[in-house]
């Protein structure tokens, strides 16, 4: 007998919060974190969905986000595109109502996941030790509504991201730029650089992006609640 078919995904966690970043900071969001990460950013702060996880069917998904009551969800992990069968829990989640947003760093095609979520791609930077150009290939694939993401953690990322904005080749309207903060008690592999700082140059420079703070880290500090 051929084995059972499984038609779900291995889940690291399922929770709701307020959107920390993005055009929707703020707003009341599920979050869908997956497992499994194929990059090794240095400053990956959900490094514990790596591994692990839960295995569960589309439609244990659905129904453990229903009882929270919002119509906004974002898949993210680690690397969602990686498991395949991200763009059915997608399509199951668009058929139920939801709005459906996904965060992935671009190396994997977004093709079957573009027409039914909004896009943020994060495009890693020098400091995250992954910046190898492998999002370039998805950028005809984005729509104008979806979003680009840049996590600036020193003055080479901020000129890096800089460059490829000012190039002209991005075709989204929301460019994101996010500051990496200074590790405060042991020093990792990046410098970090301070929310004011990025801010002046942003100012200075005239660019198009929105400046973003990670408000969820605010509110409830450098844990696991919100994206």
Same mark, same amino acid.
């Given at each position: 007998m051929a084995p059972?078919?499984?038609?779900?995904? *291995?889940? /690291?966690?399922?929770?709701?919060? #307020? &959107?920390?970043? !993005?055009?929707?900071?703020?707003?009341?969001?599920v979050?869908?974190?997956?497992?499994?990460?194929n990059l090794r950013c240095t400053y990956c702060d959900s490094a514990y969905s790596f591994k692990g996880g839960t295995r569960m069917r589309i439609s244990e998904i659905i129904?453990?986000?229903?009882?929270?009551?919002?119509?906004?969800? *974002?898949? /993210?992990?680690?690397?969602?595109? #990686? &498991?395949?069968? !991200?763009?059915?829990?997608?399509?199951?989640?668009?058929e139920s109502g939801y709005e459906v947003s996904i965060e992935t760093h671009g190396e994997i095609s977004i093709e079957p996941v573009v027409r039914s979520a909004r896009i943020v791609l994060d495009i890693k930077t020098p400091s995250s030790g992954m910046c190898r150009g492998g999002f370039s290939k998805n950028l005809p694939l984005l729509k104008?509504?979806?979003?680009?993401?840049?996590?600036?953690?020193?003055q080479?990322?901020?000129?890096?991201?800089?460059?490829?904005?000012?190039?002209?080749?991005?075709p989204c309207q929301e460019i994101l730029f996010s500051p990496a903060l200074p590790a405060k008690n042991s020093p990792?592999?990046?410098?970090?650089?301070?929310?004011?700082?990025?801010?002046?140059?942003?100012?200075?420079?005239?660019?198009?992006?929105?400046?973003?703070l990670q408000i969820h880290k605010y509110i409830w500090g450098a844990d696991r609640t919100g994206v």
């Open positions: 059972m078919h499984f038609d779900g995904l *291995l889940v /690291t966690e399922i929770f709701h919060s #307020l &959107q920390g970043e !993005t055009s929707r900071s703020g707003m009341p969001f979050f869908i974190r997956l497992t499994g990460c129904e453990t986000i229903e009882g929270f009551g919002t119509r906004q969800v *974002l898949i /993210t992990g680690g690397e969602p595109l #990686l &498991q395949r069968q !991200t763009p059915l829990l997608v399509q199951a989640l668009s104008a509504s979806d979003e680009i993401k840049f996590v600036i953690a020193s080479e990322d901020y000129a890096w991201a800089k460059s490829v904005v000012t190039s002209g080749v991005l990792g592999s990046f410098p970090g650089v301070a929310p004011q700082w990025l801010a002046e140059q942003v100012l200075a420079d005239r660019l198009p992006v929105r400046f973003q």
